[in-house]
Protein backbone atom coordinates (compact mmCIF):
# COMPACT_ATOMS: atom_id res chain seq x y z
CA UNK A 1 0.00 0.00 0.00
CA UNK A 2 2.84 2.14 0.89
CA UNK A 3 4.82 1.72 -2.44
CA UNK A 4 1.17 2.02 -4.22
CA UNK A 5 0.79 5.57 -2.79
CA UNK A 6 4.53 6.68 -3.08
CA UNK A 7 3.72 5.97 -7.06
CA UNK A 8 0.24 7.42 -7.40
CA UNK A 9 1.94 10.33 -5.21
CA UNK A 10 5.02 10.96 -7.43
CA UNK A 11 2.76 11.02 -10.57
CA UNK A 12 0.53 13.59 -9.04
CA UNK A 13 3.79 15.64 -8.38
CA UNK A 14 5.14 15.00 -11.40
CA UNK A 15 1.66 16.43 -12.90
CA UNK A 16 1.78 19.44 -10.84
CA UNK A 17 5.43 20.39 -12.08
CA UNK A 18 3.86 20.41 -15.61
CA UNK A 19 1.32 22.49 -15.04
CA UNK A 20 3.52 24.74 -13.59
CA UNK A 21 6.20 24.76 -15.90
CA UNK A 22 3.05 25.30 -18.45
CA UNK A 23 3.88 21.66 -19.91
CA UNK A 24 1.20 21.90 -23.37
CA UNK A 25 2.12 19.49 -25.48
CA UNK A 26 3.23 21.21 -28.20
CA UNK A 27 4.34 18.57 -30.95
CA UNK A 28 3.39 14.96 -29.98
CA UNK A 29 2.03 13.68 -26.65
CA UNK A 30 2.98 16.17 -23.59
CA UNK A 31 4.12 14.60 -20.45
CA UNK A 32 0.88 15.77 -18.40
CA UNK A 33 -1.09 13.55 -21.07
CA UNK A 34 1.10 10.81 -20.46
CA UNK A 35 0.53 10.93 -17.00
CA UNK A 36 -3.05 8.79 -15.93
CA UNK A 37 -5.74 10.71 -14.51
CA UNK A 38 -9.54 9.90 -14.03
CA UNK A 39 -12.07 12.27 -15.39
CA UNK A 40 -15.65 12.37 -13.75
CA UNK A 41 -18.11 13.08 -16.59
CA UNK A 42 -21.94 12.39 -16.51
CA UNK A 43 -25.62 14.70 -16.60
CA UNK A 44 -25.84 17.56 -14.91
CA UNK A 45 -27.68 16.88 -11.64
CA UNK A 46 -26.37 13.32 -12.39
CA UNK A 47 -24.35 13.53 -8.69
CA UNK A 48 -20.65 13.96 -10.10
CA UNK A 49 -19.95 16.45 -7.55
CA UNK A 50 -21.60 14.80 -4.66
CA UNK A 51 -19.37 11.84 -5.57
CA UNK A 52 -15.89 13.80 -5.60
CA UNK A 53 -17.12 15.19 -2.13
CA UNK A 54 -17.66 11.72 -0.72
CA UNK A 55 -14.02 10.45 -2.41
CA UNK A 56 -12.41 13.38 -0.82
CA UNK A 57 -14.53 13.20 2.52
CA UNK A 58 -14.88 17.20 2.54
CA UNK A 59 -18.08 19.64 1.41
CA UNK A 60 -15.95 22.11 -1.31
CA UNK A 61 -17.71 22.24 -4.19
CA UNK A 62 -20.27 24.78 -5.47
CA UNK A 63 -23.89 24.19 -5.01
CA UNK A 64 -26.94 25.00 -7.09
CA UNK A 65 -29.17 24.56 -9.90
CA UNK A 66 -28.24 24.16 -13.46
CA UNK A 67 -24.93 24.42 -14.78
CA UNK A 68 -22.18 24.93 -11.88
CA UNK A 69 -19.05 23.32 -13.13
CA UNK A 70 -18.19 25.96 -15.58
CA UNK A 71 -14.37 25.11 -15.84
CA UNK A 72 -12.45 21.79 -15.39
CA UNK A 73 -11.49 21.11 -12.03
CA UNK A 74 -8.14 19.45 -12.00
CA UNK A 75 -8.59 17.56 -8.24
CA UNK A 76 -5.27 16.35 -6.90
CA UNK A 77 -5.17 14.29 -4.22
CA UNK A 78 -2.05 13.37 -1.67
CA UNK A 79 -2.24 11.46 0.99
CA UNK A 80 -0.72 12.81 4.05
CA UNK A 81 0.36 10.90 7.93
CA UNK A 82 -2.06 9.93 10.42
CA UNK A 83 -2.73 13.50 12.86
CA UNK A 84 -1.46 16.02 10.75
CA UNK A 85 -4.14 18.83 9.65
CA UNK A 86 -5.53 18.83 6.06
CA UNK A 87 -5.57 21.59 4.21
CA UNK A 88 -5.96 22.89 -0.13
CA UNK A 89 -3.49 24.74 -1.94
CA UNK A 90 -4.39 26.21 -5.69
CA UNK A 91 -1.84 26.40 -8.09
CA UNK A 92 -2.70 30.15 -8.94
CA UNK A 93 -2.30 30.98 -5.41
CA UNK A 94 0.71 28.41 -4.94
CA UNK A 95 1.68 30.39 -1.52
CA UNK A 96 -2.25 29.90 0.25
CA UNK A 97 -3.12 27.46 2.33
CA UNK A 98 -6.70 26.80 2.84
CA UNK A 99 -7.79 25.13 6.08
CA UNK A 100 -11.61 26.26 5.90
CA UNK A 101 -12.76 24.17 3.21
CA UNK A 102 -15.94 26.65 2.88
CA UNK A 103 -13.43 28.80 1.79
CA UNK A 104 -12.06 26.77 -0.64
CA UNK A 105 -15.70 26.37 -2.80
CA UNK A 106 -15.87 30.36 -2.37
CA UNK A 107 -12.21 30.33 -4.21
CA UNK A 108 -13.42 28.05 -6.76
CA UNK A 109 -16.52 30.07 -7.59
CA UNK A 110 -14.03 33.37 -7.69
CA UNK A 111 -12.03 31.49 -9.97
CA UNK A 112 -14.70 30.78 -12.33
CA UNK A 113 -16.27 34.27 -11.98
CA UNK A 114 -13.07 35.59 -12.81
CA UNK A 115 -12.61 34.04 -16.10
CA UNK A 116 -16.51 33.28 -17.04
CA UNK A 117 -18.12 36.43 -15.26
CA UNK A 118 -20.60 36.08 -13.73
CA UNK A 119 -22.78 34.41 -16.34
CA UNK A 120 -23.98 30.82 -17.25
CA UNK A 121 -20.56 30.46 -20.07
CA UNK A 122 -18.28 27.87 -19.72
CA UNK A 123 -14.19 28.64 -20.15
CA UNK A 124 -12.10 25.12 -21.10
CA UNK A 125 -9.21 26.67 -19.02
CA UNK A 126 -8.89 24.37 -15.83
CA UNK A 127 -8.73 25.60 -12.03
CA UNK A 128 -6.01 23.42 -9.98
CA UNK A 129 -6.39 22.11 -6.23
CA UNK A 130 -4.34 20.35 -4.62
CA UNK A 131 -5.83 18.76 -1.25
CA UNK A 132 -3.49 17.23 1.59
CA UNK A 133 -5.56 14.99 4.16
CA UNK A 134 -4.96 11.56 5.76
CA UNK A 135 -8.24 10.43 4.31
CA UNK A 136 -8.22 10.67 0.96
CA UNK A 137 -5.84 8.04 -1.23
CA UNK A 138 -3.35 9.38 -3.71
CA UNK A 139 -5.56 10.36 -6.94
CA UNK A 140 -5.96 12.49 -9.75
CA UNK A 141 -9.33 13.75 -10.50
CA UNK A 142 -10.77 16.29 -13.15
CA UNK A 143 -14.55 17.36 -12.61
CA UNK A 144 -15.63 18.34 -15.94
CA UNK A 145 -18.95 20.25 -16.71
CA UNK A 146 -22.06 18.50 -16.62
CA UNK A 147 -23.67 17.65 -19.90
CA UNK A 148 -26.76 18.69 -21.16
CA UNK A 149 -29.32 18.05 -24.08
CA UNK A 150 -30.56 22.05 -23.91
CA UNK A 151 -29.35 25.64 -23.55
CA UNK A 152 -31.29 27.74 -20.91
CA UNK A 153 -31.66 30.98 -20.66
CA UNK A 154 -28.39 32.74 -20.22
CA UNK A 155 -26.95 30.36 -22.05
CA UNK A 156 -25.38 30.57 -26.01
CA UNK A 157 -27.05 28.66 -28.45
CA UNK A 158 -23.51 26.51 -28.42
CA UNK A 159 -23.23 25.42 -24.87
CA UNK A 160 -24.48 21.86 -25.30
CA UNK A 161 -22.08 21.29 -28.33
CA UNK A 162 -18.82 23.18 -26.09
CA UNK A 163 -19.86 21.72 -23.44
CA UNK A 164 -19.58 18.08 -25.13
CA UNK A 165 -16.24 19.01 -27.40
CA UNK A 166 -14.61 20.05 -23.71
CA UNK A 167 -15.50 16.88 -22.22
CA UNK A 168 -14.32 14.62 -25.37
CA UNK A 169 -11.10 16.71 -25.19
CA UNK A 170 -10.13 14.75 -22.45
CA UNK A 171 -11.76 11.90 -22.15
CA UNK A 172 -10.40 10.40 -25.82
CA UNK A 173 -7.31 10.89 -24.45
CA UNK A 174 -5.56 7.43 -24.26
CA UNK A 175 -4.14 7.51 -20.17
CA UNK A 176 -7.48 9.02 -19.32
CA UNK A 177 -9.70 6.89 -16.97
CA UNK A 178 -13.64 7.67 -17.38
CA UNK A 179 -15.30 7.56 -14.10
CA UNK A 180 -18.96 7.71 -15.98
CA UNK A 181 -21.96 8.49 -13.61
CA UNK A 182 -25.36 7.75 -14.07
CA UNK A 183 -28.14 8.48 -11.60
CA UNK A 184 -30.00 5.27 -10.83
CA UNK A 185 -33.48 7.11 -11.15
CA UNK A 186 -33.46 7.25 -15.07
CA UNK A 187 -32.84 4.31 -17.64
CA UNK A 188 -29.28 3.63 -18.35
CA UNK A 189 -30.10 3.99 -22.27
CA UNK A 190 -30.29 7.74 -21.88
CA UNK A 191 -27.07 8.18 -19.99
CA UNK A 192 -25.19 11.12 -21.36
CA UNK A 193 -22.09 9.91 -19.44
CA UNK A 194 -22.44 6.33 -20.74
CA UNK A 195 -23.52 7.44 -24.12
CA UNK A 196 -19.88 9.93 -24.27
CA UNK A 197 -17.88 6.64 -22.87
CA UNK A 198 -19.08 4.16 -25.30
CA UNK A 199 -18.05 6.40 -28.61
CA UNK A 200 -14.08 7.19 -26.84
CA UNK A 201 -13.89 4.03 -25.52
CA UNK A 202 -15.10 1.57 -27.07
CA UNK A 203 -13.69 -2.06 -25.93
CA UNK A 204 -14.64 -0.11 -22.01
CA UNK A 205 -11.28 -0.75 -20.84
CA UNK A 206 -10.94 3.02 -19.47
CA UNK A 207 -14.53 3.12 -18.09
CA UNK A 208 -15.85 2.58 -14.76
CA UNK A 209 -19.01 2.86 -14.54
CA UNK A 210 -20.75 4.54 -11.14
CA UNK A 211 -24.53 4.22 -10.53
CA UNK A 212 -25.83 7.06 -8.19
CA UNK A 213 -29.08 7.81 -6.44
CA UNK A 214 -29.86 4.37 -5.63
CA UNK A 215 -31.63 5.26 -2.36
CA UNK A 216 -34.00 7.53 -4.11
CA UNK A 217 -35.55 4.81 -6.54
CA UNK A 218 -39.24 4.08 -6.73
CA UNK A 219 -40.00 1.46 -4.06
CA UNK A 220 -39.78 -2.04 -5.14
CA UNK A 221 -37.48 -0.95 -7.83
CA UNK A 222 -33.82 -1.55 -7.52
CA UNK A 223 -30.44 -1.15 -10.05
CA UNK A 224 -28.98 -4.45 -10.09
CA UNK A 225 -29.37 -5.39 -13.69
CA UNK A 226 -27.13 -2.48 -14.36
CA UNK A 227 -24.44 -3.17 -11.12
CA UNK A 228 -24.26 -6.54 -11.94
CA UNK A 229 -23.53 -5.72 -15.37
CA UNK A 230 -26.78 -7.64 -17.19
CA UNK A 231 -28.00 -4.50 -18.55
CA UNK A 232 -24.58 -3.31 -19.97
CA UNK A 233 -21.60 -4.76 -19.01
CA UNK A 234 -18.14 -2.85 -18.66
CA UNK A 235 -14.66 -4.48 -18.08
CA UNK A 236 -14.19 -2.93 -15.10
CA UNK A 237 -16.99 -4.06 -12.14
CA UNK A 238 -20.20 -0.80 -11.20
CA UNK A 239 -20.00 0.53 -8.08
CA UNK A 240 -22.85 2.11 -6.30
CA UNK A 241 -23.06 5.23 -4.58
CA UNK A 242 -25.52 6.81 -2.14
CA UNK A 243 -25.19 10.77 -1.44
CA UNK A 244 -25.68 12.59 1.26
CA UNK A 245 -29.46 13.99 0.75
CA UNK A 246 -30.33 17.68 0.90
CA UNK A 247 -31.35 16.97 4.13
CA UNK A 248 -28.54 16.38 5.06
CA UNK A 249 -26.39 19.13 3.07
CA UNK A 250 -28.73 21.50 4.70
CA UNK A 251 -27.83 20.38 8.27
CA UNK A 252 -24.35 20.35 7.20
CA UNK A 253 -23.84 16.49 8.14
CA UNK A 254 -20.47 15.82 8.47
CA UNK A 255 -18.77 13.76 5.48
CA UNK A 256 -16.96 11.19 7.40
CA UNK A 257 -20.33 10.11 8.72
CA UNK A 258 -21.91 10.29 5.55
CA UNK A 259 -20.18 7.82 4.20
CA UNK A 260 -20.77 5.62 7.39
CA UNK A 261 -24.26 5.67 6.83
CA UNK A 262 -23.59 4.88 2.74
CA UNK A 263 -22.30 2.14 4.21
CA UNK A 264 -25.00 1.16 6.28
CA UNK A 265 -27.21 1.57 3.64
CA UNK A 266 -25.25 -1.23 1.42
CA UNK A 267 -25.19 -3.69 4.44
CA UNK A 268 -28.60 -3.57 5.44
CA UNK A 269 -30.29 -3.25 1.94
CA UNK A 270 -32.32 -6.19 0.92
CA UNK A 271 -31.05 -5.54 -2.59
CA UNK A 272 -27.75 -4.94 -2.80
CA UNK A 273 -26.21 -6.73 1.21
CA UNK A 274 -24.66 -9.22 -1.28
CA UNK A 275 -22.80 -6.48 -2.97
CA UNK A 276 -21.87 -4.32 0.46
CA UNK A 277 -17.98 -5.06 0.00
CA UNK A 278 -18.24 -3.66 -3.30
CA UNK A 279 -20.22 -0.25 -3.10
CA UNK A 280 -19.59 3.10 -1.72
CA UNK A 281 -17.24 6.27 -1.89
CA UNK A 282 -14.34 4.78 0.11
CA UNK A 283 -14.60 1.45 -2.05
CA UNK A 284 -14.74 3.71 -4.96
CA UNK A 285 -11.48 5.63 -4.49
CA UNK A 286 -9.44 2.58 -3.91
CA UNK A 287 -10.71 0.55 -6.68
CA UNK A 288 -9.56 4.15 -8.64
CA UNK A 289 -6.11 3.96 -6.84
CA UNK A 290 -5.43 0.73 -7.55
CA UNK A 291 -6.03 0.61 -11.23
CA UNK A 292 -4.16 3.69 -11.41
CA UNK A 293 -1.01 1.96 -10.16
CA UNK A 294 -1.60 -0.77 -12.45
CA UNK A 295 -1.91 1.61 -15.33
CA UNK A 296 1.40 3.69 -14.12
CA UNK A 297 3.34 0.75 -14.22
CA UNK A 298 2.16 -0.65 -17.57
CA UNK A 299 3.18 2.73 -18.81
CA UNK A 300 6.42 3.53 -16.78
CA UNK A 301 8.68 3.11 -19.69
CA UNK A 302 6.83 5.54 -22.04
CA UNK A 303 6.59 8.03 -18.85
CA UNK A 304 10.59 7.87 -18.52
CA UNK A 305 10.87 8.83 -21.97
CA UNK A 306 8.93 11.52 -21.84
CA UNK A 307 10.03 13.01 -18.63
CA UNK A 308 13.67 12.11 -20.00
CA UNK A 309 12.43 13.95 -23.62
CA UNK A 310 10.93 16.78 -21.08
CA UNK A 311 14.44 17.36 -19.20
CA UNK A 312 16.24 17.92 -22.31
CA UNK A 313 13.93 20.02 -23.89
CA UNK A 314 13.91 22.28 -20.48
CA UNK A 315 17.62 21.94 -20.04
CA UNK A 316 18.16 23.47 -23.42
CA UNK A 317 15.82 26.00 -23.08
CA UNK A 318 17.26 26.79 -20.11
CA UNK A 319 20.64 27.20 -22.14
CA UNK A 320 18.94 29.26 -24.59
CA UNK A 321 17.63 31.78 -21.90
CA UNK A 322 20.54 31.05 -19.73
CA UNK A 323 20.92 29.82 -16.01
CA UNK A 324 19.78 31.27 -12.88
CA UNK A 325 21.37 34.76 -11.73
CA UNK A 326 22.90 35.35 -8.38
CA UNK A 327 20.64 37.18 -5.75
CA UNK A 328 23.84 39.36 -4.33
CA UNK A 329 25.08 42.04 -6.05
CA UNK A 330 28.53 40.74 -6.13
CA UNK A 331 27.09 37.84 -8.19
CA UNK A 332 24.60 40.18 -10.60
CA UNK A 333 27.89 42.77 -11.23
CA UNK A 334 29.63 39.08 -12.62
CA UNK A 335 27.10 38.94 -14.99
CA UNK A 336 26.46 42.11 -15.97
CA UNK A 337 30.19 42.25 -16.41
CA UNK A 338 30.22 38.95 -18.67
CA UNK A 339 26.95 39.66 -20.65
CA UNK A 340 28.60 43.27 -21.59
CA UNK A 341 31.73 40.55 -22.78
CA UNK A 342 29.24 38.44 -24.97
CA UNK A 343 28.34 41.56 -26.68
CA UNK A 344 31.77 43.42 -26.71
CA UNK A 345 32.59 39.88 -28.80
CA UNK A 346 29.86 40.37 -31.24
CA UNK A 347 30.84 43.74 -31.82
CA UNK A 348 34.36 43.04 -32.61
CA UNK A 349 33.35 40.08 -34.61
CA UNK A 350 31.63 42.30 -36.92
CA UNK A 351 34.24 45.11 -36.98
CA UNK A 352 37.08 42.82 -37.30
CA UNK A 353 35.62 40.03 -39.81
CA UNK A 354 33.87 36.47 -39.16
CA UNK A 355 30.17 38.73 -39.11
CA UNK A 356 29.02 41.54 -41.84
CA UNK A 357 29.67 45.13 -41.26
CA UNK A 358 33.10 45.75 -41.08
CA UNK A 359 33.34 45.98 -45.16
CA UNK A 360 31.22 49.10 -44.65
CA UNK A 361 33.47 51.25 -42.77
CA UNK A 362 36.14 49.84 -45.23
CA UNK A 363 34.11 51.31 -48.35
CA UNK A 364 33.46 54.52 -46.78
CA UNK A 365 37.41 55.31 -46.91
CA UNK A 366 37.90 53.38 -50.12
CA UNK A 367 34.91 54.70 -51.99
CA UNK A 368 32.79 57.02 -50.48
CA UNK A 369 35.55 59.40 -49.35
CA UNK A 370 37.93 59.57 -52.65
CA UNK A 371 34.69 59.39 -54.44
CA UNK A 372 33.65 63.26 -52.58
CA UNK A 373 37.14 64.78 -52.62
CA UNK A 374 37.03 64.23 -56.84
CA UNK A 375 33.52 66.65 -56.69
CA UNK A 376 35.56 69.17 -55.10
CA UNK A 377 35.83 72.06 -57.12
CA UNK A 378 39.86 72.45 -57.33
CA UNK A 379 38.99 73.26 -61.44
CA UNK A 380 37.51 76.60 -60.98
CA UNK A 381 39.58 77.55 -57.31
CA UNK A 382 42.76 76.71 -59.60
CA UNK A 383 41.79 78.31 -62.87
CA UNK A 384 44.05 80.62 -65.02
CA UNK A 385 41.89 83.31 -64.01
CA UNK A 386 41.50 82.96 -59.92
CA UNK A 387 44.73 82.09 -59.55
CA UNK A 388 45.82 85.24 -61.04
CA UNK A 389 43.42 87.33 -59.39
CA UNK A 390 44.72 85.53 -55.75
CA UNK A 391 48.35 86.12 -56.51
CA UNK A 392 47.68 89.55 -58.13
CA UNK A 393 45.75 90.24 -54.44
CA UNK A 394 47.72 88.77 -52.06
CA UNK A 395 51.45 90.59 -53.72
CA UNK A 396 49.30 93.92 -53.17
CA UNK A 397 51.16 97.20 -54.42
CA UNK A 398 54.59 95.39 -54.26
CA UNK A 399 54.50 92.59 -57.15
CA UNK A 400 56.95 89.55 -56.69
CA UNK A 401 60.47 89.18 -57.53
CA UNK A 402 61.09 85.78 -58.33
CA UNK A 403 57.96 83.17 -57.14
CA UNK A 404 54.56 84.63 -55.92
CA UNK A 405 54.76 82.70 -52.78
CA UNK A 406 52.52 84.67 -50.42
CA UNK A 407 49.61 83.58 -53.50
CA UNK A 408 50.88 80.02 -53.99
CA UNK A 409 49.96 80.27 -50.04
CA UNK A 410 46.56 81.20 -50.29
CA UNK A 411 45.45 79.03 -52.91
CA UNK A 412 47.08 76.02 -51.27
CA UNK A 413 45.02 77.08 -48.11
CA UNK A 414 41.75 78.00 -49.84
CA UNK A 415 42.00 74.35 -51.67
CA UNK A 416 42.71 72.32 -48.61
CA UNK A 417 39.71 73.98 -46.67
CA UNK A 418 37.46 72.47 -49.11
CA UNK A 419 38.98 69.00 -47.40
CA UNK A 420 36.91 70.23 -44.27
CA UNK A 421 33.49 68.91 -45.71
CA UNK A 422 34.38 65.56 -47.11
CA UNK A 423 36.07 64.43 -43.95
CA UNK A 424 33.67 65.75 -41.65
CA UNK A 425 31.13 63.49 -43.59
CA UNK A 426 33.32 60.42 -43.47
CA UNK A 427 32.95 60.80 -39.68
CA UNK A 428 28.98 61.03 -39.86
CA UNK A 429 29.25 58.01 -42.40
CA UNK A 430 31.40 55.93 -40.00
CA UNK A 431 29.06 56.78 -37.20
CA UNK A 432 26.03 55.54 -38.92
CA UNK A 433 27.33 52.27 -39.53
CA UNK A 434 29.02 51.92 -35.78
CA UNK A 435 24.88 52.50 -34.60
CA UNK A 436 23.88 50.47 -36.84
CA UNK A 437 26.45 47.64 -35.33
CA UNK A 438 25.51 48.30 -31.66
CA UNK A 439 22.02 47.46 -32.70
CA UNK A 440 22.49 44.06 -34.71
CA UNK A 441 25.47 43.51 -32.05
CA UNK A 442 22.66 43.58 -29.15
CA UNK A 443 20.16 41.55 -31.34
CA UNK A 444 22.17 38.73 -32.18
CA UNK A 445 23.57 38.61 -28.40
CA UNK A 446 21.90 35.42 -27.36
CA UNK A 447 22.98 35.79 -23.82
CA UNK A 448 21.62 39.47 -23.45
CA UNK A 449 17.52 38.74 -25.23
CA UNK A 450 15.92 37.30 -21.60
CA UNK A 451 17.56 40.89 -20.40
CA UNK A 452 15.36 43.55 -22.43
CA UNK A 453 16.30 46.21 -19.54
CA UNK A 454 20.21 45.63 -19.86
CA UNK A 455 19.64 45.80 -23.94
CA UNK A 456 18.17 49.05 -23.76
CA UNK A 457 20.85 49.78 -21.37
CA UNK A 458 23.71 49.06 -23.44
CA UNK A 459 21.63 50.44 -26.21
CA UNK A 460 21.77 54.02 -24.77
CA UNK A 461 24.97 53.81 -23.09
CA UNK A 462 26.48 52.93 -27.06
CA UNK A 463 24.72 55.28 -28.47
CA UNK A 464 25.86 57.87 -25.82
CA UNK A 465 29.58 56.98 -26.22
CA UNK A 466 29.11 56.71 -30.03
CA UNK A 467 28.06 60.63 -29.84
CA UNK A 468 31.13 61.24 -28.27
CA UNK A 469 33.33 59.80 -30.25
CA UNK A 470 31.77 61.44 -33.45
CA UNK A 471 32.11 64.73 -31.72
CA UNK A 472 35.98 64.23 -30.65
CA UNK A 473 36.72 62.82 -34.50
CA UNK A 474 35.11 65.82 -36.26
CA UNK A 475 37.38 68.14 -34.05
CA UNK A 476 39.87 65.79 -34.95
CA UNK A 477 39.94 65.85 -38.92
CA UNK A 478 39.51 69.61 -38.77
CA UNK A 479 42.75 70.17 -36.71
CA UNK A 480 44.38 67.44 -39.35
CA UNK A 481 42.81 69.80 -42.19
CA UNK A 482 44.15 73.26 -40.24
CA UNK A 483 47.33 71.33 -39.92
CA UNK A 484 48.56 70.87 -43.17
CA UNK A 485 46.95 74.38 -44.50
CA UNK A 486 49.01 75.94 -42.20
CA UNK A 487 52.49 73.91 -42.16
CA UNK A 488 53.99 74.57 -46.10
CA UNK A 489 57.19 73.65 -46.20
CA UNK A 490 59.72 75.55 -48.40
CA UNK A 491 60.24 71.95 -50.10
CA UNK A 492 56.63 72.09 -50.64
CA UNK A 493 56.67 74.71 -52.40
CA UNK A 494 59.45 74.24 -54.70
CA UNK A 495 57.96 71.61 -55.92
Known amino acids: MARLESLIGL ?39 SVLESVVGRDFLPRGSGIVTRR ?19 LHAPKKKFTDFASVRKEISDETDRITGKTKHISNIPIHLSIYSPNVVNLTLIDLPGLTKVAVEGQPDSIVEDIENMVRSYVEKPNCIILAISPANQDIATSDAIKLAREVDPSGERTFGVMTKLDLMDKGTNALDVIEGRSYRLQHPWVGIVNRSQADINKNVDMMAARRKEQEYFETSPDYGHLAHRMGSEYL ?4 SKHLETVIRQRIPSILALINKTIDELNAELDRIGRPVGVDSGAQLYTILELCRAFDRVFKEHLDGGRPGGDRIYKVFDHQLPAALKKLPFDRHLSVKNVQKVVSEADGYQPHLIAPEQGYRRLIDGSIVYFKGPAEASVDAVHFVLKELVRKSISETEELKRFPTLQSDIAAASTEALERFRDDSRKTVTRLVEMESSYLTVEFLGS
Open 11 to 49: VNRIQRACTALGDHGGEGMSLWEALPSVAVVGGQSSGKS
Open 72 to 90: PLVLQLHRIEEGRSEYAEF
Open 285 to 288: AKLL
